[in-house]
Structure formats: C-alpha cells, structure tokens
C-alpha cells in the first residue's frame, strides 16, 4: 500500500469482487452516500455489504453525508433549514455519532454542493462542531469540496466552500479535481493536469497540504462530435470500456502531453465521429507525482466501482 491515505468512494451496489480487488489499495472506503431531513433525521444507507469486508481488510470506514431527500434527490434547501434550526443541526450531529457507532466506522465525508455563499459559514460551523464531537472519540471528519482556484470564485458550485474555513474545521479536505470535462460539457479530459496543478496550488494557501486529498477520477467519457451545447450528452465510460473500445474500432490511443491524458477518436457505424478521454496508468502516474510533489496528504478516488490496473 501506498505511504499516503487513499479513500475510495462507493455504492453498496458495488459487486463484491470489484470491492475484494480495491480493499488492498485503500487507506478509507467511503459510502455514498447518508441523506437527511429537515429536522436532523439520517436517511439510513444500507451499506453493511461496505462495511463488514473493509473491517476485515483493516479498511476505515467513513458515511457521507449528503442533503438528498428521501427520494434520492439532491435539495440544498435541506441543509438551509438545519442551518437556520439549532435544534435540527444539533440532531443530525447527534445522529452522525449515533451511526458510526452503532455501525462500527470511523467517521464523516460531509459533501454539500451547490450552496449559496451566504451559507459558507454556517457549513463551516456544522463541520467544526461535528468534530468537536467526534474527534474526542477517535473519528475522522472530512469534507470534499469543489475545485477552487480563488476565494472568491463565482459559481454556485463553488461559492458555498470556504477552503480556509474548512482547513482549520476539518481533520482532512478532499478536493474534487476531477469533471472538468462531464456529460453535458464540451469534450476534454475530466482530469487535466494542469487544472489540478492550478486547483492544488491554491488550496494549499488556504489549507494546510497535510490536510488535503487530491481527487482521482476512475472514469471517462465519449462524446459524438460535433458537440451542441444544450444537447450533447456524453456518454459515461469506465477505463477498461474506454480502452476496449479503441480497440473494437482499431484506431490509436493518443496521449495529450499538456493535460496529461489519453484519448481517441473513432467513427461509429452510423457515419458519426467520436472522441474519448478516460485514464490510464500513464496519467495516474503523473497526476499521483503531484501528492510527493505538494506534500499532500493523499489521494481521494471518485470512484472505485470499477476495477482500475493502473496507477496504484
């Protein structure tokens, strides 16, 4: 194993030999993902099927936790209402504790996307004072935040996220450097290097590099050309379909030096062109360089419901 942490992201739909195969590699697991109510309530993930073969593997275990209702649908507007009830935030960091102990894990990822900046307080202060609580007790507290590259970056994806804020409420932060290129963008890899560079070098002014986890991305894309925005949608690919794929229609995987990512183009038997970015050992290899590199804490896979043979 590797001498950083490597956390892994996934389902309970995971096959189980999927997951045998990771376990090894992995430092964390972490389960996707607990939802809430309004009033603090968890909405129990059924993830035993996680749980029980990472402790036998000496694997941590953490829950995620998530604003999804009890439909599975994200709504921030969830956690605005614990924010604006005491008595509901001190209800849901009560039921967090309850869970990991009842379930015997080892901590909280909290991934809330999409809040308003007006909101980037109280996210911070519902983080630190889980911690408070936790940590006593042994448990890790974490949080995946969006990739930044300035304080004050506009989008909602990103103006909900304090980086400084959550460097000094959390014990780790875990980066999303990954999904630069995604279903309904314009083709380019989903990793590219040089994003991540960017994202890394600002986060550790804002978060101590011990602290951070760079996201890895286990998956890529293809999208039928040209692109139309608004509707175009690429289709999701693993590594392996990805590779098999180039060599179903005979044509070359290239390499993008500057992205540090593979790709290929193909013409589909309707006469449509294509083109695919997903990864490969060689640009693992070159976005893992950047932990020793940064001094980084470790790497956070998103996600491990495929079987990956490069890179770790």
């Known amino acids: ?18 997951l045998q195969w990771w376990l090894p590699r ?28 990472a402790k036998a593997a000496g694997v941590k275990t953490l829950m995620v936790l998530t604003p999804m209702n009890e ?34 894990m080892d901590g909280v990822d909290f991934d809330f996307e999409y809040l308003s900046a007006e909101y980037a307080d109280n996210y911070v202060e519902l983080v630190a004072r889980t911690r408070e609580r936790l940590g006593p007790r042994g448990h890790l507290t974490t949080v995946a935040l969006a990739p930044k590259t300035s304080v004050d970056q506009p989008g909602l994806l990103y103006q909900g996220h304090d980086y400084a804020g959550m460097g000094q409420a959390v014990d780790y932060c875990l980066l999303m450097t990954y999904e630069w290129g995604y279903t309904f963008g314009p083709p380019m890899p989903v990793s590219p290097i040089n994003n991540v560079r960017s994202v890394i070098e600002f986060g550790i002014t804002q978060i101590p590099a011990s602290k951070i986890l760079m ?23 693993s590594n392996y379909e990805a590779e098999a794929r180039a060599a179903y229609y005979g044509v070359p995987v290239q390499y993008d030096e500057v992205a540090q990512a593979p790709f290929f183009t193909y013409t589909s038997p309707d006469g449509i062109e294509h083109i695919v970015w997903f990864e490969n050992e ?31």
Do not use: H
Not at 28 to 33: T, V
Not at 231 to 236: Q, W
């Open 215 to 237: 996201g890895m991305s286990n998956y890529g894309y293809d999208w039928a050309l040209p692109f139309i925005r608004g509707e175009s949608r690429a289709e999701k690919l």
């Open 1 to 18: 194993m590797a001498e950083y942490i490597i956390n892994g992201y996934a389902y309970p739909s995971i096959s189980p030999a999927t």
């Open 71 to 104: 439909s599975g649908m994200f709504d921030d507007a969830i956690a605005i209402e614990v924010f604006n009830n005491p008595e509901a935030e001190a209800n849901l960091i009560n039921n967090i504790e309850e869970n990991i102990r009842v379930k015997g």
């Open 282 to 312: 060689q640009s693992w290899t070159a976005r893992l360089a950047l932990v020793e590199e940064y001094g980084l804490a470790g790497i956070s896979i998103w996600n491990i419901m495929n079987i990956f043979y490069g890179g770790i």
């Open 26 to 53: 992995l430092t964390w697991l972490s389960s996707f993902s607990y939802g809430f109510t309004e009033t603090g309530e968890l909405i129990n993930l059924e993830d035993y099927n996680l749980i029980e073969p």
